[in-house]
Nanobody, 120 residues
Framework: VQLVESGGGSVQAGGSLRLSCVASGYYYSSNCMGWFRQAPGKEREVVAVLYTGGGATMYADSVKGRLTISHDNAKNAVYLHMSSLQPEDTAMYYC???????????????WGRGTQVTVS
């Protein structure tokens, strides 16, 4: 399984970004796709998860209303639409996938290498 993230960058506070994650190498039709982030000196935390089978989503309280997770099954892609970004959103953002519906990073066996988001 390979996950490749893109779309990170540097933005000013209040700005927007869209992160993309393209998955390959697995063949089950429904799975949980998640975005996690890790800031320097902090533990990795969940941002949002989505179940591709029905589109159900869950978000961390800190990002509700500002970040939106979506997917395109035809492209095996999941996206994170980020708006009203704040300096505290600065982190490495990782895409991950699991057969389990979960918010726990330990339940996700497959991870991308991450894409950096910096908000100043």
């Amino acid at each position: 399984v390979q996950l490749v993230e893109s779309g990170g960058g540097s933005v000013q506070a209040g700005g927007s970004l869209r992160l993309s994650c393209v998955a390959s190498g697995y063949y089950y039709s429904s799975n949980c796709m998640g975005w996690f982030r890790q800031a320097p000196g902090k533990e990795r935390e969940v941002v949002a998860v989505l179940y591709t089978g029905g589109g159900a989503t869950m978000y961390a309280d800190s990002v509700k209303g500002r970040l939106t997770i979506s997917h395109d099954n035809a492209k095996n892609a999941v996206y994170l639409h980020m708006s009203s970004l704040q300096p505290e959103d600065t982190a490495m953002y990782y895409c991950a996938t699991s057969k389990l519906w979960s918010l726990e990073s330990s339940d996700f066996p497959y991870w991308g290498r991450g894409t950096q988001v910096t908000v100043s």
